[in-house]
């Protein structure tokens, strides 16, 4: 049977429901229940291939992204975006989805894969996907210019000649320039150098401060969850391993940020047995 949806009153612009995804022999995504607060920043924190990324492009419904194809998917994902439009995104089809998104994207995300344009300028990486949903050329124009300026960015070099801290200011750069209502970032200030960091986290700061707008970020750094985020959750094995304001967590974000992994509960598969030790081990 389906699982319900959320229940009116207070919505959270995210409620997953039963989620899961087997994504090979030793991977599932498996996230039974999991709401994530309107108007708030959430960081989702875990080591690697915890499952953070994984969650994140089912959230923007840009798994195709990361993953060739999408087996054994089940589960609801609602997207609240609070004008009375209530979807469940992993119901949408690939068409669907194209028209939601160039009538006007209502969500922003920048991920690992930035879906740049390598022959085109860092404006014409912009301007197009505002002109393709139906906003004017000079308008586009202006709002790309602008937003360059705000992350730092020259507007006539090819995308191909960035680097790679560039390209994410670009990809940066896109999806504010939508003003969109949800913000999904993977692990966007990484690897930018201090000079450019120290910019866009004040940027970054300040938009994730309107409570109009809800963020997700996937991060390893303690300066983005102290500056930007509200409420935590941390990821383990697929599955979360606790959740709540970045307050109440406080002690466990001391203990991660420290190196000191928090776990969840024992996963569906017991851990392949120890290699026997090597004939050189003294």
Do not use: C
């Not at 999991?34 to 994984?54: C, E, I, N, Q």
């Not at 999408?70 to 994902?77: M, Y």
């Not at 979360?240 to 304001?245: D, H, I, L, R």
């Amino acid at each position: 049977m389906s699982a319900a949806a959320p229940t009116n009153g207070a919505h959270p612009t995210y409620a997953v429901r039963g989620l899961t995804w087997r994504l090979g022999p030793d991977f599932t995504l498996d996230v039974p229940s999991l709401d994530l607060p309107a108007g708030r920043t959430t960081a989702l924190l875990g080591r690697s291939a915890s499952g953070k990324s994984t969650l994140l492009s089912l959230l923007g419904r840009v798994e195709g992204s990361y993953f060739e194809r999408a087996p054994d998917l089940s589960g609801e994902v609602w997207l609240d975006l609070g004008d009375a439009e209530r979807v469940e995104l992993l119901a949408l089809s690939e068409r669907d989805l194209l028209r939601r998104r160039l009538r006007g994207p209502r969500l922003g995300f920048v991920f690992q894969r930035e879906g740049l344009f390598p022959g085109l300028s860092p404006v014409d990486n912009i301007v197009w996907p505002l002109t393709a949903s139906g906003i004017k050329r000079a308008e586009a124009t202006d709002r790309a210019r602008a937003m360059l300026g705000r992350v730092g960015l020259p507007e006539s070099r090819v995308v191909a000649t960035l680097s790679g801290g560039e390209r994410k200011r670009l990809g940066l750069a896109r999806a504010l320039a939508f003003d969109p209502g949800v913000l999904l970032l993977d692990e966007p200030l990484t690897g930018l150098d201090p000079e450019a960091l120290g910019g866009l986290l004040e940027l970054l700061a300040e938009l994730t401060a309107d409570p109009a707008r809800t963020t997700v970020i996937v991060t390893h750094q303690r300066e983005d969850v102290e500056r930007l985020a509200d409420h935590v959750v941390f990821m383990d094995r697929g599955r979360v391993a606790a959740e709540g304001t970045r307050d109440a967590m406080a002690e466990r974000l001391a203990r991660f940020f420290l190196g000191e992994v928090p776990s969840a509960s024992p996963p569906t598969s017991p851990p392949p047995p120890p290699s026997p030790p090597s004939q050189d081990a003294p």
